[in-house]
């Protein structure tokens, strides 16, 4: 791991009890990519932790920025407070980058970030490298916290979103009621209905999750099925040699099998059934089992009456368990 020594240039409140430290080059060339971390150390600090003088901190600046932007939950702790105290121009030990919590680098697939509290800071070095790169990829940011004034980055990533087509905010507070200046936006916690009314539609590159692990564990869309009814599966990009500064996910979603592009015409009785969503089963286009282990789960739909119906095979339908079309473009 690379060892450097910058200076703190500045720090300025970024939101309630959080603090961004611009971290000055000093002529030295530092490459990273968007979503790495650091480990960031003072040599002499005025107030000794007992945890270590030690601590990862996600990058928050983009890597043509020059300089290096971290952003710090000031929770109370000896070494954070030091950070917050030593003059400006103090000499800073930064041992990085690492992590491969990386958005893949050979695709232009949408991608959804979910991101609680302090766990903004690797999204916005994605998000404004994006920016910059002028990318192909659509990025739609869910950003959770308590109320506004505790919302790192806000008003920029709100900027950002009026600005620019490839870039979606959905930003919700969980207790709006605490915001001095009010809130007009989405309200409540990222859960299952949530992603199901604003985030309709799997993204094809998968979604990343970041933050305090309380926060990500409840923000995890594995528990969220879309009208696919897709799981996502999660695959935890992090180093077992260092320590990540918040628990950080990536998650993707399988692929479902086409079973035929041509939807299947039947005449049913009323009753309940339970449509193929995998594409395995052997008794298409229902259920018979065979998604076990795949992450899928077969749709219930009951008819009233008897009906007529043309039930998709494809399994990329948007009105599942109906055919809407979607196999002529497969």
Known sequence: MAKFTFQLAERKQVAEATMSFRLDLAG?????????????????????????????FSIAS????????????????????????????????????????????D???????????????????????????????????????????????LEELEAWAKDDASFHLLATMTQPEKSKTGWNGLTGYVDVNFVRQHLPEEPAGGCYVAGPPPVCRRRD?????????????????????????QQQRR????????AAKEPAVLDLAAGTYWWCRCGRSKNQPFCDGSHKGTGFEPLEFKLD??????????????????????????
């Open 221 to 245: 869309p594995r528990a969220a099925r879309s009208r696919h009814g897709r799981k996502a599966y999660m695959d935890r990009r992090s180093s077992r040699d260092t320590k990540q500064p």
């Open 28 to 56: 030295q060339s530092f490459s990273f990519q968007p979503g790495q971390f650091v480990r960031v150390g003072l040599t002499d600090p005025p107030y000794p932790d007992p945890k270590g003088n030690v601590r990862s």
């Open 305 to 330: 009456a008897a009906k007529r119906v043309a039930l998709c095979q494809c399994k990329h339908t948007h009105t599942a368990p109906f055919c809407d079309g979607t196999h002529a473009d497969l």
């Open 62 to 105: 983009a890597p043509a920025d020059p300089f290096v932007l971290i952003a710090v939950r000031m929770t109370g702790s000896a070494f954070k407070r030091s950070l917050a105290d030593v003059p400006i121009g103090t000499p800073v030990n930064v041992n990085g980058p690492s992590g491969n919590f990386l958005l893949d680098p």
């Open 107 to 153: 695709s232009d697939a949408p991608v959804v970030l979910f991101a609680g509290g302090i766990g903004i800071t690797p999204f916005r070095s994605m998000i404004k490298h994006a920016r910059e790169q002028s990318s192909a990829r659509h990025l739609t940011l869910v950003y959770a916290n308590r109320c506004p004034e505790q919302a790192a980055f």
């Open 251 to 258: 998650i993707t979603m399988p692929e479902p099998i086409i």
